[in-house]
C-alpha cells in the first residue's frame, strides 16, 4: 500500500494490508433493537410489555423518563396499542423483547396492592397542567377508600371544575398507577372507569376493601357522610376514621353543611367539604 503526501509534502507511514484486513475483521452490525432501546432511553420513543395486575393481564408501556401507558392487555392488537400510543404521544411504541425491567414491575405491583410510598416515574409530556393536578391528586387517596369527583375540585382550588375532574380522570393514560378507580360520583355512586368500565371499577374497589354494594346503598339513601357522636368529626364513608366508628355512635349526614349545623367537625384526614358534599354533582 502506498502512503499519501499531505499539504506539507511529507509522507504518511504504509499500513500493511494484513493489519487493514484485521481492522476490518474486527467491524460488527449493531445488535437488534439497539436503536429502539436508545430511543427509549432518551424518551424518543416507548416500549411496552405485559405484567399481571388485579384485573387480569395490562400492557404498560414506558421509557427513560418514566411509565406513559396501562392498558388492559385482553384482546388488544399490538398495531392498534402502537397506533393509538402515537397518536396521543407522537412517539413510537414497540413491545420490548425482555419484557419490563425487574425493577419497575416490582414497583408497579406494590403500587396495585397500596402502597403509596412506592415512587413510580410519569411520563406525562403533553398533558395539560389541569389534568396533572387532577392524576397528582388522586394519588393521595388510600387504597380501601374513595373520594367523590368533587373532592380532588375543591382540594385543587377549583371547586367548581367537577366535571372537568371527570373528564381528566376518564383520560388518565396511566390507571391502577393513578388510582382513578378511588373516585366516584358525587351523588356516591360507583360511576365510569377507563380501564374496563364500572364492572372493573367495582372489582378493583371489591378487591381493596371497599363494599360497592353498601357504598351505593347508602348513597340511595342519601347518605354522604359518617360522623361519630363521641369525637363529633364526620368523614367520607371509606375515611379510616369512618371506619373505626362503632355502630352505635355512627351518625349519618347528608351534607357538610349538614353536620356543621350539628355540631361536627370536618375529618382532618379524609377532609370532606362543602363545595363537593351534597350538592347533587357528578360527573
Not at 493489519?19 to 474486527?26: G, P, R, S, W
Amino acid at each position: 500500500m502506498t502512503g499519501s503526501t499531505g499539504s506539507t509534502g511529507s509522507t504518511a507511514p504504509a499500513v500493511p494490508d494484513d493489519i487493514e484486513a484485521a481492522l476490518a475483521a474486527l467491524a460488527t452490525s449493531a445488535p437488534g433493537g439497539l436503536a429502539v432501546a436508545t430511543l427509549a432511553a432518551l424518551g424518543l420513543a416507548d416500549l411496552y410489555a405485559t405484567m399481571p395486575s388485579p384485573l387480569g393481564d395490562v400492557l404498560v408501556t414506558w421509557n427513560g423518563r418514566g411509565v406513559s401507558a396501562v392498558s388492559l392487555a385482553e384482546n388488544e392488537e399490538p398495531a392498534a396499542l402502537e397506533a393509538r400510543h402515537f397518536a396521543a404521544t407522537g412517539r413510537r411504541a414497540t413491545r420490548a423483547t425482555g419484557g419490563l425491567p425487574a425493577v419497575l414491575a416490582r414497583a408497579i405491583a406494590r403500587r396495585m396492592s397500596g402502597d403509596r410510598r412506592v415512587r413510580i416515574a410519569l411520563d406525562l409530556r403533553g398533558r395539560g397542567d389541569f389534568e396533572r393536578q387532577v392524576w397528582l391528586k388522586a394519588l393521595e387517596i388510600p387504597s380501601g377508600e374513595v373520594r367523590p369527583y368533587g373532592w380532588i375540585a375543591a382540594e385543587i382550588g377549583r371547586p367548581r371544575a367537577v366535571r372537568a375532574v371527570g373528564s381528566a380522570l376518564g383520560h388518565n393514560p396511566v390507571p391502577l398507577i393513578v388510582p382513578c378507580h378511588r373516585v366516584v360520583r358525587g351523588d356516591g355512586t360507583i360511576g365510569q372507569y377507563s380501564l374496563g368500565g364500572p364492572a372493573n371499577k367495582r372489582a378493583i374497589l371489591a378487591a381493596e376493601g371497599v363494599d360497592p354494594d353498601a357504598l351505593e346503598a347508602m348513597a340511595r339513601a342519601g347518605v354522604r357522610l359518617i360522623g361519630s357522636d363521641s369525637t363529633r368529626i364526620v368523614c367520607h364513608p371509606t375515611c379510616r376514621n369512618a371506619r373505626r366508628i362503632r355502630a352505635d355512635h355512627r351518625v349519618p349526614f347528608r351534607s357538610i353543611t349538614a353536620a356543621s349545623d350539628a355540631g361536627y367537625r370536618p375529618c382532618r384526614v379524609c377532609r370532606p367539604a362543602s363545595s363537593l358534599v351534597g350538592t347533587g354533582a357528578a360527573a
